[in-house]
């Protein structure tokens, strides 16, 4: 997961999360935090029970991140692995498992929402090494179009918690639980057309070493560590791409395709 990945997944999450942006450029983020945020992501217990116990007005910390490695503006470094992004990984999981929002109209007149199912998805790719991928998808659930990026369209949309006035939904004909399917079938396509050097990489590291193990062993009489080591070099090298769904919901919007 690179640095620009994970400083668009920081900003969506403060986004999604109602974070007010004070400041922001394609590797630093200064975000007003909310108290929901503030509770959730500064570990600060005590200042939260002393307000209740008094009754005071909150005031919600600012938050500065960078993905810039090299910064010296005194940000908070965050990078794929460091603790703040784990945190936001959970806290993501925990509060946006299942949403459904609306895309707010202001056509005034009827206008049809149709439903989508989007599904942010990671791909790790794991060997002696580890990569990890995020990637947003998105079915219509009415016509089962499927499609590969759908938070850059969401991105771009006012999205509300309630539907809004003049505005109906369409009923979708494509079970969501179908639809999960289907993103899974068409991330197993892509990746099973993409070229994996790292795999064929670790795999002949793993071969090589196991001729090296076998070469030791024929040598010693006593064999009772052989097994042990041979699976201890298959588990380092043996390479693996697992998918984890982190969250997802229904959207209802205007566009009913995504086709350009």
């Keep these: 997961m690179d640095q620009h990945k994970v400083h668009n997944y920081m900003f ?5 999360c109602g974070g007010t942006f004070l400041q922001t ?20 217990p005590f200042y939260w029970h002393y307000l209740e116990k008094t009754g005071r007005t909150p005031e919600p910390m600012i938050m500065r991140l960078t993905t810039d490695m090299n910064s010296t503006s005194g940000y908070e470094r965050v990078h794929f692995g460091s603790p ?16 459904r929002l609306y895309e707010q109209t202001n056509q005034g007149t009827n206008t049809p929402l149709y439903p989508w199912l989007g599904l942010n998805v990671r791909i790790s790719y794991t060997c002696h090494r580890r990569r990890d991928d995020l990637r947003s998808f998105g079915v219509q659930l009415i016509s089962g179009e499927t499609v590969d990026g759908l938070w850059i369209t969401l991105r771009e949309k006012n999205l509300v918690n309630s539907i809004p ?4 939904k369409m009923a979708g004909l494509v079970q969501p639980t179908s639809a999960v399917r289907r993103i899974k079938q068409y991330l197993l396509g892509d990746i099973s057309n993409r070229k994996h ?12 070493d196991l001729i090296l193990l076998d070469r030791f062993y024929e040598e010693e009489e006593v064999r009772e560590d052989y097994d042990l080591e041979k699976k201890a070099i298959q588990e380092q090298y043996q390479p ?7 969250n997802g919901g229904i959207f209802y919007l205007q566009n009913d395709t995504q086709k350009k």
Excluded at 165 to 168: D, K, P
Excluded at 197 to 208: F, G, L, Q, S, V
Excluded at 240 to 246: G, K, Q, Y
Aim: charged share 35%; proline share 0%; glycine share 4%.
């Design 12 to 16: 969506r999450y403060l986004e999604a």
């Design 25 to 44: 450029d394609h590797t630093n983020i200064e975000v007003q935090l909310n108290r929901d945020l503030d509770e959730e992501l500064m570990n600060r």
């Design 84 to 99: 703040r992004l784990h945190q936001i990984f959970q806290s993501a999981g925990k509060k946006g498992a299942h949403t």
């Design 165 to 168: 006035e003049l505005s109906f």
């Design 197 to 208: 050097e790292w795999a064929d990489e670790a795999t002949k590291r793993m071969n090589e």
């Design 240 to 246: 693996a791409i697992e998918l984890s769904f982190i």
